[in-house]
T-cell receptor, first 110, second 114 residues
Framework: DQQVKQNSPSLSVQEGRISILNCDYT??????FLWYKKYPAEGPTFLIS?????DKNEDGRFTVFLNKSAKHLSLHIVPSQPGDSAVYFC?????????FGTGTSLTVIP | DTEVTQTPKHLVMGMTNKKSLKCEQH?????MYWYKQKAKKPPELMFV???????INESVPSRFSPECPNSSLLNLHLHALQPEDSALYLC?????????????FGDGTRLSIL
């Protein structure tokens, strides 16, 4: 039973354009949400997070949006760069446990 | 460079072998985690240690035995594994706090069971 879902396994975007990665969750007890980036042969790297008391958090080119009523979060990357090509996992937590989505492979085309 | 160090990076073992995976962090985090990740799947939580005590065991078979000797180290002892246990094993750490703290991952140990 997947509590965190990423329905797009892959996404291709032109360099300089916006990348939008989406994530849905089912558990209303989740109160902390994160995005991780993963390159091959490396562990996931923390990118950005948001708590349930906010609906937006921004860090440089990365912005995470949270829609609690829709149980949906998204990651916007603008402008996209070739170095952003990686697998992106969203994760959600009600406490000490983190639940991960299945990942979206982003390819930024130069 | 990752702040969570896992050794070895790769491990090949037979089903009758005993081996251990090691994880070390020096960020002062008091929560440490073991995850298992199969290809094209999300990381699956195995164990959580909080303040050196096992707080969560996600019904992991006893052939996996975790150990937390101190606040910086986390081991995973392996014995009599099955071929389906072949996977990437990830260690992570975080500040347990009151929530809202990201986990920091190591690069994992790629385990192959013959």
């Amino acid at each position: 039973d997947q509590q965190v879902k990423q329905n797009s396994p892959s996404l291709s975007v032109q360099e300089g354009r916006i990348s939008i990665l989406n994530c849905d969750y089912t558990n209303s007890m989740f109160d902390y949400f994160l995005w991780y980036k993963k390159y091959p042969a490396e562990g996931p790297t923390f990118l950005i997070s948001i708590s349930s008391i906010k609906d937006k958090n921004e860090d440089g080119r990365f912005t995470v949006f949270l829609n609690k009523s829709a149980k949906h979060l998204s990651l916007h990357i603008v402008p996209s760069q070739p170095g952003d090509s990686a697998v992106y996992f969203c994760a959600a937590s009600p406490g000490p446990q983190f639940y991960f989505g299945t990942g979206t492979s982003l390819t930024v085309i130069p | 460079d990752t702040e969570v160090t896992q050794t070895p990076k790769h491990l090949v073992m037979g089903m009758t072998n005993k081996k251990s995976l090691k994880c070390e962090q020096h960020m002062g985090h008091r929560a440490m985690y073991w995850y298992k990740q199969k290809a094209k799947k999300p990381p699956e939580l195995m164990f959580v240690y909080s303040y050196e005590k096992l707080s969560i065991n996600e019904s992991v078979p006893s052939r996996f035995s975790p150990e937390c000797p101190n606040s910086s180290l986390l081991n995973l002892h392996l014995h009599a594994l099955q071929p389906e246990d072949s996977a990437l094993y990830l260690c992570a750490s975080s500040d347990p706090g009151t929530g809202g703290q990201p986990q920091h991952f190591g690069d994992g140990t790629r385990l192959s069971i013959l």
